[in-house]
Nanobody
């Protein structure tokens, strides 16, 4: 099992940059592929990005491609989401999620469905004003 705690959420202006962190504990973190999701009020939880256990492979939602970057430092059991050129529509609670197995699955659905991830953090709020 792995426990996840997000941090770094804040109020930002459109065009700003933010870094979110996800700290993991309880298991060998490099054995887990890790994703970021977000959920805006009244909307379903939305996939943002996934990073492999080694950090060598990533996959992004089209809505954030080129603006957001996922990375990880397994030496300190952390995953990061660097967000740039923020937009008001990026406003949401951002969640870190993990599943055992370091390799990204070939199926897009397996990568992007919240149901694929048994471990979740509590979320961190990002609010982007125009």
């Amino acid at each position: 099992q792995v426990q996840l705690v997000e941090s770094g959420g804040a109020l930002a202006q459109a065009g700003d940059s933010l870094r979110l962190s996800c700290a993991a504990s309880g298991s060998t973190f490099s054995n887990y592929r890790t994703a970021w999701f977000r959920q805006a009020p009244g909307k379903e939880r939305e996939f943002v990005t996934i990073i492999s256990g080694s950090g060598a492979a990533t996959f992004y939602a089209d809505s954030v491609k080129g603006r957001f970057t996922a990375s990880r430092d397994n030496a300190i059991n952390k995953v990061y989401l660097d967000m740039s050129r923020l937009r008001p529509e990026d406003t949401a609670v951002y969640y870190c999620a993990a599943v055992s197995g370091p390799i990204l699955p070939p199926s897009s659905r397996s990568r992007t469905s919240p149901n694929s991830y048994p471990y979740w953090g509590q979320g961190t709020q990002v609010t982007v004003s125009s």
